[in-house]
């Protein structure tokens, strides 16, 4: 029995709440939210033609293409809930790459109690114009509530529970035969399968194809996201990762690759074969049983070392610590995803951060050769020093593992001095100093992080003590604000160790974690009074200072050469007289004068004599060879050899660390 509605605008109201009509539209909006969030990136080299185009429908076919194969009311709520979940996802990643210039990522959300810490900061990346994102909102909502649950659907779903069911296809109300209904079953069958395979057919079928061509090496884990999201378009790079967390999460882990661990192994029989040959010896064991303080100051940057603003010196504590003191001038951060955890990660365990998540928070209990567990090994007291929530990025865990003694976290300090997103810097400082006199035994090693110079650096007007005239109340004003209090602190905490006849007796050490996410080249242009080539950019954004005062002053002046965080490790041990051969570390001892390569986890490197800066789609001859002593771009061969040892580092490390080598190379 069939059973029409007689209304004339029966035909349109039938189009329009067609299955495939509905499933269309959801489709289209889901992939203009793709290219608004396209157009929001600014990445070089990276467009969104037509083909990648049809990689978001197909990603897109993939990933709802099991809604077809739900009655027609379990269709709806799915594409709504999809469009919802989806929108979402876009929208987040876009707020996190303006902050980042990276997307979000399975062990990033793991961390999720972080991205609520960003509060402020987050406040300040969402823009007026980001409404037109969540726009289609207005009417999706409305339109699916009415269909899933409107007087006429619910009327219909009443009969067709007793004669027949819903069929929206041509249009009117009807009642159908268990016959038809069986068609009906059968072609919802049809169109998943057909979803599904035209899926596989647009999305997976070139993504495989370009990774077995111009992205060859895509799936080998060195990727940075933006790069496999140039050849996966966002949906997939998502699967992806998804994929990969859970791969890495569920059952046993896979084995490494025979020839990757033989590559790994000839790695580090090679370094150790170097680290024998004669070299500047000098200070090797200089300053052993010293105690070691290493301060990692938050988002501390090198380019404003030395400069003034208004007739006042921005760091006058650092410059004048300078004096005696030495001081790299071309230090890198090589931090990735997990900034301020990559840069502790790099610093104290020399092992290159991982190309996602947070090494802390993705393999806290594989096997590493840190700095505090050699060092206790040694009889030294060690202990970690933050005034933050213990678990955040994992540090709790992961400090067990690297063998401090004990963490002194946010429940260890009196907030006595609320400052940021914690306590200030001075109280941390003071009441670090504090427990390093009182409560642990020398020698020690003391790993600070500071906090108060965070994102997006706002610091109340009575500790604001520049005039940073033109930028005042701009976030670059704000940084330079900030960073002048942490610098203020940092003098205070020295003065206290002197107080305390520490100073004589400790190898101290800061260094900054990262960049502080702010950009715009021309505030950087404007501040240093110089027009700026992406080569002065990039070594702006990766560089931050390191500041190394031996106890006796000795060894003061300026080092220009490149060095980078993962030096750190290897260089304490050189001043502490304890080999560094049998560890397995990939940083540069900046005492024994060997070669430098500087790798950061981007695919840049540098060697002191050359600077590449890779492409966002990492294809190597779309990336800049920069010759450094003239600044200007050179012939791009002539960073090809370079470009390869930097990549096989990278490979190199992420393969050590992924499947715990340094514990299966111990136990062989
Ligand atoms: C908080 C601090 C900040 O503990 O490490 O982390 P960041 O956002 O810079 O990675
Ligand atoms: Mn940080």
Not at 49 to 55: A, E, F, R, S, Y
Not at 301 to 315: A, D, H, P, R, V
Not at 412 to 430: M, Y
Not at 643 to 664: K, N, V, Y
């Amino acid at each position: 029995m069939v059973f029409t509605q007689p209304r004339r605008s029966a035909k349109t109201r039938g189009f329009l709440l067609h299955p495939l009509t509905l499933y269309v539209i959801f489709a289209i909006l889901i992939l203009l939210k793709l290219m608004l969030l396209h157009n929001n990136l600014n990445a070089n080299y990276i467009t969104m033609g037509l083909l990648d185009k049809v990689i978001a429908v197909g990603s897109l076919l993939l990933l709802s293409f099991w809604v077809w194969w739900l009655p027609r009311r379990g269709m709806i709520a799915s594409l709504a809930l999809l469009h919802l979940l989806l929108t979402a996802l876009i929208y987040a990643d876009m707020v996190y790459y303006r902050y980042f210039q990276d997307f979000l990522t399975v062990p990033v959300l793991l961390q999720a109690r972080q991205v609520d810490a960003l509060g402020d900061s987050i406040a300040t990346l969402i823009y007026a114009r980001d409404f037109w994102f969540f726009a289609d909102w207005l009417i999706v909502i409305p339109c699916a509530v009415i269909l899933l649950f409107g007087r006429r659907h619910r009327s219909v779903q009443t009969s067709s529970s007793n004669t027949g069911s819903y069929n929206g296809s041509d249009g009117g109300y009807i009642l159908t035969s268990p016959t038809s209904r069986k068609k009906r079953l059968r072609r919802r069958l049809l169109a998943g399968f057909t979803a599904l395979v035209l899926g596989l057919g647009l999305a997976a079928g070139p993504i495989y194809y370009y990774s077995k061509t111009w992205a060859k090496g895509l799936f080998d884990n060195n990727w940075w996201n933006v790069s496999m999201y140039n050849v996966t378009g966002l949906l997939a790079f998502h699967g992806y990762d998804v994929y990969t967390y859970v791969k890495d999460h569920i059952g046993s882990s896979p084995e490494a690759d025979p020839a990757d661990i033989e590559q790994v192994k000839a790695y580090f029989t090679d370094r150790q074969q170097s680290n024998t040959v004669e070299r500047d010896q000098a200070l090797f064991g200089k300053y052993k049983d010293s105690n070691v303080i290493i301060v990692q100051g938050e988002a501390f940057m090198n380019f404003m070392i030395g400069k003034s603003i208004g007739g006042q010196e921005i760091t006058p504590h650092f410059n004048e610590l300078m004096k005696e003191s030495q001081y790299y001038s071309h230090f890198y951060h090589q931090t990735g995803q997990g900034r301020t955890s990559d840069a502790d990660f790099g610093a104290n365990i020399s092992l290159h951060p991982l190309p996602v998540g947070s090494a802390f928070v993705r393999y806290p209990d594989h096997a590493y050769d840190s700095l505090p567990s050699i060092l206790k090994s040694q009889g030294y007291s060690t202990n970690a020093f933050h005034a933050y929530e213990s678990s955040f990025w994992n540090r709790y865990t992961m400090y067990q593992n690297m063998k401090y003694d004990k963490f002194y976290s946010k429940n260890d300090f009196v907030v006595d001095d609320p400052l940021g997103w914690s306590l200030s810097d001075s109280s941390f400082f003071r009441q670090s100093v504090e427990k390093m006199s009182s409560e642990v035994h020398e020698p020690f090693y003391s790993f600070l992080i500071t906090l108060t110079s965070h994102h997006p650096y706002s610091l109340p007007k009575d500790k604001q003590q520049l005039d940073v005239g033109e930028f005042q109340g701009t976030m670059f004003g704000n940084y330079l604000q900030s960073v002048h209090y942490v610098d203020a602190a940092l003098g205070s905490m020295v003065e206290d160790l002197k107080n305390r006849g520490l100073w004589k007796k400790t190898i101290f050490m800061f260094y900054g974690d990262h960049d502080n996410s702010i950009t715009d080249t021309a505030l950087y242009e404007k501040f240093l009074g110089r027009p700026l080539n992406d080569l002065d950019m990039a070594q702006i954004m990766s560089e931050v200072p390191l500041l190394v005062h031996l106890p006796d002053g000795a060894e003061a002046g300026t080092f220009e050469k490149p060095s980078g965080q993962l030096d750190i490790t290897p260089s304490v041990l050189h001043l502490l007289g304890i080999s560094d051969d049998s560890y397995y570390h990939m940083g540069n001892n900046v005492y024994d004068g060997s070669e430098r390569m500087v790798v950061l986890r981007n695919g840049s490197f540098t060697d002191g004599q050359v600077f590449y800066i890779p492409s966002d789609d990492y294809i190597y001859a779309n990336g800049t060879c920069y010759e450094l002593s003239t600044h200007a771009k050179t012939d791009i061969n002539a960073c090809k050899a370079g470009f390869d040892r930097a990549s096989e580092r990278l490979h190199i490390s992420d393969t050590l660390i992924t499947h715990d080598l340094i514990r299966q190379f111990r136990e062989e």
